[in-house]
């Protein structure tokens, strides 16, 4: 992974922060490049099963406050919004995050493998917590995304 594609990745990360902040969710920071930074060294990446469970932490863990319900979410920035669903592990409630020149779209882990990961986003207003969320919000990130990430 280039310097660049790190760089773009984080953008898009704190992107999706923003915006799980302002749908109300309580957002806290939960990828290991966070918890772990003396470990997120891309020319030595931790190796072995406990290197991979390490490496493939979600981005973030986010609680709904009406009612404490807690989800995972991985954060992907695809230019062509294409993911190789292997470089996502199963956690439970794991919402996928695509970001892409497209915008912003979601997946769930269960979702993705029923469909080997072809055609398997949708908008956040149609999947999970989202659904129930201020609409112009998820909107309004999606049209950010588009013009930041074009």
């Not at 954060?75 to 993911?83: C, F, M, N, P």
Request: overall charge positive.
């Amino acid at each position: 992974m280039s310097r660049y594609d790190w760089a773009v990745g984080r953008k898009a990360e704190m992107l999706v922060y923003d915006m799980m902040k302002e749908l109300g969710f309580r957002v806290v920071r939960f990828g290991y490049e966070f918890l772990l930074p003396e470990f997120a060294n891309k020319k030595k990446l931790l190796k072995g099963p406990a290197g991979d469970l390490i490496r493939s932490q979600p981005d973030f863990v986010i609680v709904d406050p009406k009612d404490n319900h807690t989800y995972f979410i991985e954060v992907k920035y695809r230019k062509y919004g294409e993911i190789n669903i292997k470089s996502i592990k199963d956690y439970p409630e794991n919402y996928i995050v695509l970001v892409s020149t497209k915008g912003l779209l979601i997946s769930d882990w269960e979702y993705m493998i029923k469909n080997k990961g072809k055609l398997c986003f949708k908008l956040l207003t149609e999947i999970g917590p989202f659904k129930y969320k201020d609409k112009s919000i998820i909107m309004k990130y999606i049209e950010k995304a588009k013009k930041e990430f074009y």
